[in-house]
């Protein structure tokens, strides 16, 4: 009885330490190279001048290479990868209905990428906050707001409202109001602001500017350049 005991021990000892041994070799590799194909590939799409695009590439990329080899090393180990996917099916639903608020942020994260409305640099204003975006991640996009604050903003509530993105377009039309006295003359100041407007080398030749008379006040007039 105590021989075929300590049989069965070696036997089983030998044989799922080969295989564990096989499985750490599998999750390693899988590591390593999802490791190295995902920075190629942040640098690669990098290199093109989107990185907001190359994070997300190289973290799915990264992400799926490593699965891949988690599920490598489980069927190595004797695990059946129908069953495991059924429970993992059932645990992601459970989970799904526990975290809505996490879920959608993630799913606004994946329109995000696809939609690009802002890249890494840009100046956007998101319910009345304005700064710098600093990254766009799968959960959230952080701002740096021009008094230097850190700010955090849910993917999903950037899905939902209004985004005004301030440097998509670098031409921008500039309103001005004046007021002058009714006794000054017109054409006069008229040709002393499109003088100064002709001195800045970033106004436009195309559209010229325009200066006229708004509106009537009682003591003044109102210029709008």
Known sequence: MAGELQRLIHGFT???????GRALFILALGLLVARLIGRW????????????RAELVGRL??????????????????FQLGVLLGAAGVLTVAIGFASQTTLSNL???FFLFGESPFKIGDAIEVEGVTGEVLSVDMMSTKLRT???RYVRIPNELIIKTKVINYTRFPIRRLDLSLRILHQ???DRVRELVLEMIEDNTLTLDQPTPMVFISSFGELTLEMRV
């Open 14 to 20: 030998t044989q799922h330490a080969i295989a564990g």
């Open 41 to 52: 590939l942040r640098l690669w799409i990098g290199g093109r001048g989107d990185p907001q």
């Open 61 to 78: 990329t990264s992400w799926g290479i490593f699965g891949l080899s988690l599920a490598g090393a489980l069927q190595e180990l004797g």
């Open 107 to 109: 799913i606004s994260g």
């Open 146 to 148: 021009f008094d230097n």
């Open 184 to 186: 000054e003359h017109f």
